[in-house]
């Protein structure tokens, strides 16, 4: 069942985390280790102030300055964003980019234990493990950082500090702003529940906020004089429930009301709903959209409302690249997995008691599944977009007890105590390890670019955020408070 080296120490608790996952005799590795307790507290510290996207003020910047006394050449305050920022060290080609993420998500505040319970009520939390995301390429840059300079390497190493992923497309906006205009190849990670490398994608997807205005009155007094703005969700809505059994079955439509009016006795002015659609292919999401449109203008035409949409995010699903996928799987296999402590294993297993599924024959985070498979992933992520402009891979490790899907306040514990970060620490590996490849091996950067144009087959990137657009930095909480 063990796929990595035997050389791997597995220690008790009171060990370092280092100590308990170093593999020794590889370089590249041993460089991670040096720096897997610093990183592993940075990844914490972001854990314990979660902030929502485009408000990673102290997230951001902490890692800014991790990087900064680390050698880097670091830019912040990028394409718009005060909480975007680039992080160099190097010089000329090929470029190879790391990607960083640090939002959290809204209403998922969990300790670090294996039962529902909040840090704060109502406050943000790491339900998809972003502290750990952005900690471990940190981590990862650093170690190839130093390994290329004490083998004088030849290249420039990058990290891209990419705020607001959990909705708000900050990595659109970058894209926008040339920052990946001169990467040769970008290799990503993100949480998950098994250590996994294949050519699977994910889901592209479109959304936004569509407000209603109505005629406020007396709800009881004088209903007549009113046009609801209420009754023209509720009737898009309707309209969007009888859809569904007329779309493609890909297809996902999820919502919410985040504004239904003031009060019961008084004609909603106002309503609106925050929308998002997905489906696997842009260009069948894109006729989907269409006659959602169609849904929110007959919600407007029977209540006598006006209907405005302002546009929120639109990903594109994942371009694989068979290349880096191949570099990444040779990666991981050398970076190996972990075992859990005996602490952790209760942790796991009581954990896993909360799910309410079965997970017999789940891969344990001692196991390296690399192969070519192409799963339909079901989540959506504007590395997506990524993707399209430049040569990306991207896979996961166990940072989550098997079972354990993101968006979760099991993710959220898990993403806080010492799971979350040995799986952060075999992500940095296997980034460093792949770097370290390419830079070895420039010829696969190119070969890489040939796999990335066949994928393409001619097809370009389309979004619906204009290039001239501005970040949307409220996004996170403008549904919220009814703006």
């Known amino acids: 069942m063990r796929t990595f080296p035997p050389t791997l120490l597995l220690l008790g608790a009171a060990a370092t985390l280092a100590q308990q996952i170093l593999i020794a005799g590889d370089d590249v590795v041993t460089r991670v280790a040096a720096h897997v ?56 080609k090929p470029v190879i980019g790391l990607m960083g993420e640090f939002d959290a998500l809204p209403g998922l505040s ?35 950082k130093e390994e290329m300079q004490a083998r004088g390497l030849k290249g420039t190493i990058r990290y891209y500090g990419t705020p607001a992923e959990e909705g708000g497309g ?14 040769d190849a970008v290799l990503a990670w993100h949480p998950g529940d098994a250590n996994r490398v294949n050519l699977g994608s994910n889901l592209a997807n479109n959304g936004g906020f569509f407000r209603f205005h109505g005629v406020a009155a007396h ?49 909603p002015a106002f309503a609106e709903v925050e929308l998002i659609a997905r489906h696997p292919d842009m260009n069948v999401l894109n006729s989907v959209w ?15 409302t006006r209907m405005e949409f302002e546009q929120g995010t639109n990903y594109a699903n994942l371009l694989p690249n068979d290349v880096l996928a191949d570099v990444l ?24 008691k909360t799910l309410g599924i079965s997970v017999d024959g789940r891969p344990g985070p001692d196991r390296v599944i690399a192969d070519k498979s192409a799963p339909q992933g079901v989540a959506s992520t504007d590395a997506g977009d990524v ?71 001619g097809r370009t990137w389309k979004t619906r955020v204009p290039v001239d657009g501005k970040p949307p930095l409220d996004y996170a909480t403008r549904g919220r408070t009814g703006n």
Request: overall charge neutral; glycine content about 10%.
């Open 37 to 92: 307790d610093r990183f592993g507290a940075v990844s914490r510290q972001i854990w314990e102030a979660p902030e929502l996207g485009y408000h990673e003020n102290k997230s951001s910047m902490l890692l800014q300055q991790e990087l900064k006394a680390n050698g880097f050449t670091v830019k912040g305050d990028v394409a718009g964003m005060a909480t975007a920022f680039t992080a160099q060290w190097g010089n000329g």
């Open 110 to 144: 969990q300790k670090d234990i294996p039962a529902q319970s909040p840090l704060q009520g109502g406050a943000p939390g790491h339900a998809c493990g972003h502290n750990l995301l952005g900690s471990a390429s940190a981590l990862a840059a650093v170690a190839i």
């Open 170 to 183: 900050g990595k659109i906006y970058m894209i926008h702003g040339g920052l990946f205009a001169d990467v």
């Open 329 to 352: 799987a040779r990666a991981m296999q050398k970076a190996g997995g972990y075992e859990y402590t005996s602490e952790e294993q209760k942790f796991a297993l009581d954990l896993q």
């Open 219 to 267: 709800a009881a007094a004088a209903p007549d004089r009113g046009r609801s703005a209420l009754d023209g969700v509720m009737i898009m809505l309707n309209a969007v429930e009888m859809l569904r059994e007329h779309v493609p079955q890909e297809t996902r439509i999820h919502y919410i009301i985040t504004n239904g009016g003031a009060a019961p006795n008084v004609v």
């Open 387 to 457: 993707s399209w402009n430049v040569p990306l891979a991207q896979f996961t490790t166990a940072t989550f007890v098997p079972g354990v899907s993101a968006h979760t306040w099991q993710a959220a514990a898990c993403a806080g105590m010492s799971i979350g970060r040995k799986g952060m620490v075999i992500a940095a590996r296997t980034l460093a390890l792949g770097a370290i490849d390419l830079f070895e091996h420039p010829e696969q950067v190119q070969a890489a670019h040939e796999a990335f144009e066949k994928r393409k087959a």
């Open 290 to 304: 269409e006659r959602i449109m169609k849904c929110a203008q007959a919600g407007a035409l029977s209540s006598e």
